[in-house]
Structure formats: structure tokens, C-alpha cells
């Protein structure tokens, strides 16, 4: 019986089989692709014909090169599952598959992961990767011998090239207007950007595991501007994906903020971020760089924010309740809250951000000296938004409960969304309660950012991630606030009027790192004034500036 099985297996030509797995990835794992594509040669139709035709030849030409003796199946298997997986995220959230969204993919956690392996996802990887996987399997391959092969293959891939040549010189003009006018054509070509992705990313991170962090400010030292003596005490909260667009503090109609309202904070309304994912943005805020100079490389080469302050003699304190700070603390104290699977915040892996504040007060009772505490959220961190607040924030509804947007209406996403930017509302609120508690033992401050914004379906977009060349306002515009202590703005100078008048100006993370220094008296070389967000309304900021040239 076995043997009458494989005797009926089909036999089919290795170039033809190439042939068939070309067609395969591009008709039924590239939809994002065409799309796109055909939306950027609108006014051009012919030209997208042709664009189609160079396209099916390079990739004929790519997989044919693997069309060799005990390769072919693993390869042909290769390009099918990787296209499967890169077309569900690219055709279901708008994603690009970039190198720094496989770094992304590299860093997430386990539960960070489950979210994503929904029952759509598995149906999905079943019918358009394992069952064409398992036909490659089945399928006999029909070798030619070594040299035959050799000399047949050059032939379709020398043919391949010939066509592709001719089509792009032969419509060079409209390509390259396309091409620079759109520098994102190319990056939802699955399996080949994914792959390629992967590669970079692999060899990068080989190269970067010897980088040894070079110092930076090692002259900083702490200048007693504001007189005060009571220990100095600034608390960052770095959000997790929230958008500024979703902020009742910004104007958005849905009272998002209803706590933080009643605080007096500074609401920097006009803010943009890094990068729009959390293994770019956070090394780059902390960093010493702005963002058109930063690189993760040099972010890995240069000490950051938090070393700068810890020369200053200030002590530091990381809580993370997210993913992980990306070697930011890799010399400061740090703890990773999610493992002490604490049953009172904590569930499959993940805790609700309400055991940061468990953390606070013992903190704010052992404090020495002038400190900062850092509060890593996980925020609004999606698709499951629903698991992001507890049941006493579900204030907008109906929400999404689910982790695939497909079973959820665009309204359901939204409420469930901004259900997590109410929570986040009062963990940043809380904070700045108990900083006023701790008033007669501290001089408090607190700063809260977002990493990055989120897209909710804007334009079939969803998440975050995407290149920043081409990211969409929803993924860039960040929400940044300030809450000063009525005795540290005092003591310190800070005109707070003054700086709600000035708080729509526009703002960026490369102000953060200057910022903070400036909050906490902290005189260096690398402080730059000009980059501080208070340093225009503190009556002693040329004092600070002074200190830190000298």
C-alpha cells in the first residue's frame, strides 16, 4: 500500500517546480504588494504592467538560484512558510517587515508573542504555508545531472535578468519617479523582505555583542541651584504605546484624562517621538543623539541618559513592567517586575501597570539623595488592548475583548484602546499623588512620554512599527507632560505660567535627555540648554549652562 502511494507521487522538472512556487508566492502572499503597488502607478498602467512583469522575473530568477540537489525543498519551504507568516501581518495590520521590526520580534516576550497566535493566525499559516509546504514534500523533483543543471539553470536566470533589465531601462523614468517619490514600494515583498530582514538583523547583531559603551559625561556633577534640603526627586514614567491623538489633555472629544486634568501639569500637545517602536524609540530617547543622528549602534557605543546622572552621583532605579529596556540600564539598578508574577497584578506572564505603583511608596521612603526613578509601562501596548486595564477602567464600550482585530468593530478597537490611555491617566496621576504624600521628605517632579503612537485602522493600518520615513502621524505624535512640586518650582525658579504659555511649541524626544538634567541640577558638557524644555522659563538656567562649560 506505502509503496503504491509513492509510486503515484507526481514528478515534476526542479525549475518547474521553482516556476509554480514563484507564481504561488506571488498571487496569494503578496496581496499588500500589489495593492500598494497598483495604487502608485495609477497614472500609469502600462508602467505597472511592466513593474509586474520585473517583479515575477527577479523572483523567478532568486528562487531558481536555489534550484539545486537537496536544497530545493528546504529553500522552496523556506520562502513559502516565511511569506505565509509576513503576509498575515502585513495584509491584516499594514506592517512592514523591516530589519528593526525583526528586532522587534526578537525582543518580545512569550505572552507578548501569544497575543499575536490568534485562531485566524494558525488557519492562516495552515492553508497558505504548511499544505503548499507539504505538496514541495510530496512532490518528486526531477534532476538534471550537476552540469546539465548548472547549464540549464544560468539559462533561466540569465533570461530572467535579460527581461528584468530590458523592463527597467526600458521604463527607467516612470520607475524612478515612482521609486523616490514612494521609497516604501518595495518593502511589502514577501518572502523576500522578510528574509532579508532577518539576515541584516542577524549580522548586525553579531557585530554589535563586542560593542563596549563608551563614557559620556563623566564631568557631570550636580549644581545646588534650587537651595533645597530635602533630597531632589524626579519620577519617569516612559509610556507604552499611547498617540497623542487619544489624549483628552490634547483636545481628543473622550475624557481620556479625567485625573490628570485636575492636576496641574504641562501638557506638551505638539510632540513627536524617535522612532515608532519601542527597540528604537526608548535607546534613542535616553541617548545623547537626536533622531535624525541616532542609530542602534551608536546608541549601543555611547553611555546614555541614566549614566550621565549616575556620574552626577544621582541614584537610579528602573521598574519595567514592558518588554525590557533595551540596554539602557545595563548599568544602573534595574528590575523586571512581570516575573514576580505577583497574583494581585499579574496574569499569563503580564501585569497590569498598577504593580509599578505598588513599588512607589517603599521607594519614596528610602530615598537618600537626589534620585530618579523610572516607571517602564506596558501601557497600550496591542492588539490586546482589553487586557491592557482592569474591569474599573472598561469605562468606554463596547470594547474589543479579543486579540484579533478581524472579530472587532473599528469602535470596539477605539473604546478598548482608549480604555488604556484612562488607565495610563491614573497611573500617571497616582504617581504625582503620591510624590505630594512624600512632600515634607522630597522635592518631586514627574515626566511622562510615550515611546510611540499607535495606529488604529487609519488608512488599514494597524499597530506600530512602520519605517519612519513613511510612518503616519498616528505612530509619531507622542504624548509629553510635566508635573513640578509647588516647593521644587519655587525653590528652583520654575515660572509655571510661563511654561504653559510656551507648551505648544513643537517638542520632540531629542528634548528629553536635556530636559531631565536640567530638572534634576545636573551641569555637563553634554547638557544643552537650547534642547531643555524648562531651561526658557527657570530664572536660573544660565547659572546651570554656566556650570556645565566650566
Known sequence: MKAGLLAK??????????????????LVTNRSFWATAYGYFAADRFSFVLFVIGISVAAMAIITAFSAKYITKPFLILFVLSASAGSWFTDQFGVIIDKEMIRNAAVSTGAETGHLITVRFVTHMFLTGILPSLFIVWVRIRHRPFFQKLAHNTGVILACVAVFAAVGFGDYRAFAGIGRAHKDLLDRL?????????????????????????????DAHRVNTAGLNKPRVTIIVTGETARA????????????????EKQNVVYFPNTTSCGTATAVSVPCMYSVYPRTAYTHTKGLATQNLLDVLTHAKVNVTWLDNDTGSYHVTDRVNYTYLPTSADPRFCKDGECLDEILLDKVDNWLANVKGDSVLVLHQLGSHGPAYYARYPDAYRRFVPDCRANDF????????????????????????????????????VAGAVVYVSDHGESLGENGIYLHGTPYIIAPSEQTHVPFLTWIGDDLAKSAGYDMSCMAKHAAEPRSHDNFFHSVLGLMDVATKVYDPKLDVFAACRQVTDKLASAAVN
Do not use: M, W
Open 245 to 260: 491623538d487619544d489624549f483628552s489633555l490634547g483636545g481628543y472629544k473622550k475624557k481620556t484624562n479625567p485625573e490628570l
Open 190 to 218: 514577501n518572502p523576500f523582505v522578510p528574509i532579508t530582514s532577518t539576515i541584516r538583523f542577524a549580522v548586525s547583531s553579531g557585530k554589535e555583542a563586542a560593542i563596549v559603551a563608551e563614557p559620556l559625561g563623566t
Open 406 to 441: 478581524g472579530s472587532c468593530t473599528p469602535e470596539e478597537i477605539t473604546n478598548a484602546y482608549d480604555n488604556t490611555i484612562l488607565y495610563t491617566d491614573h497611573v500617571v496621576s497616582t504617581v504625582i499623588d503620591k510624590l505630594k504624600q512624600h512632600a515634607s521628605s
Open 9 to 26: 507521487r507526481p514528478e515534476i522538472g526542479s525549475v518547474t517546480l521553482c516556476l509554480v512556487t514563484t507564481l504561488y508566492l506571488l
